[in-house]
């Protein structure tokens, strides 16, 4: 697994937004990494490592209602150097996921099915995740693209202004026992990947 899929932080403490050495590449925020590429980076502290299990728990509770194919937006102080900036501990993580409801199965459905599943303060309390969505198959275009110009300029900047990056990774399972054993490793209870 390749550690430096993530950019460093800069000199503020973010990470950059678009390379610098090449700022008009498509080598620019959101930049699209592995889940294990997550944890391997951003893991380095148990508060860290407590945020990373529950977000592992909560797109594990996405796959058990169906909702396995899309990507997610990660953003917030969890992806800063909060600890050195602010001197503090990241208190969630910031995250949109992008998705498809599979074919045959309604939103209503999967809401009946699973409902504190998008109960937005019962994911922070649960999965220490500030969680939002957006339907991929949900019809008109300019709704989707007006949700993802939203999401990017909304993330784009710190509050005060600073432009940052944040990531993408993909919403499938492939990874996720991967970097689940890599976590554990982490955290002192299992053997690395």
Known sequence: MERDAIP??????????????????????????????????????????????????????????????????????????????????????????????????????IIGSAPGLFNHESLKSKYHVDAYFVRLNAGAPEILVDSAAYWYSLWSHRRDGQWKGFLQIDLSNNDDTVAQRNLDELMGGGDSV
């Open 8 to 109: 460093p932080w800069n000199s503020d403490g973010v990470i950059p937004p678009v390379n610098m050495h090449d700022p008009i590449s498509h080598d620019r925020s959101p930049y699209s990494i592995s889940l294990t590429d997550i944890i391997l980076r951003f893991g380095i502290t148990p508060r860290r490592q407590a945020i990373l299990k529950g977000l592992l728990e909560f797109r594990s509770a996405l796959y058990t209602v169906g909702i396995i194919k899309g990507f997610q937006w990660i953003d917030g102080s969890f992806l800063e150097d909060i600890e050195r900036i602010e001197e503090r501990d990241p208190e969630d993580i910031d995250l949109v996921t992008f998705f498809h409801i599979p074919d045959g199965v309604t939103e209503e459905g």
